[in-house]
């Protein structure tokens, strides 16, 4: 199991329409391939800045599987235009 982990840096004022977009795109993932969950976080020092935190059975489920799909597409829909830059994408793997 792996952890997406996506800093998102959004428009000002975009804050309701960008978390409304990332629940509605919420089901997209789930009915991915290897997708286990699901959680976005709002940093409380600016109020710009998401974590989007999703669980893959492996790195491939989401690279390969969900980056070519056409949920991945309605993913960028819901959400693109809120964007102010693309998001950082990095993967973890629990150690502890």
């Known amino acids: 199991m792996i952890k997406e982990i996506a800093q998102i840096t959004i428009k000002p004022g ?12 919420k089901p997209l993932f789930l ?10 976080f709002r940093s409380v020092e600016s109020s710009e800045q998401y974590t989007l935190v999703v669980e893959w059975e492996t790195l491939e ?16 829909a819901l959400v693109g235009g809120s964007l102010a ?11 502890l």
């Open 14 to 25: 975009t804050e309701q329409e960008f978390e409304q977009g990332v629940n509605q795109a």
């Open 31 to 40: 009915r991915s391939r290897g997708c286990h969950g699901v959680q976005l």
């Open 61 to 76: 489920d989401h690279m390969v599987h969900f980056r070519e799909s056409s949920e991945f597409q309605q993913w960028r």
């Open 85 to 95: 830059a693309p998001p950082k994408v990095h993967h973890v793997s629990k150690v």
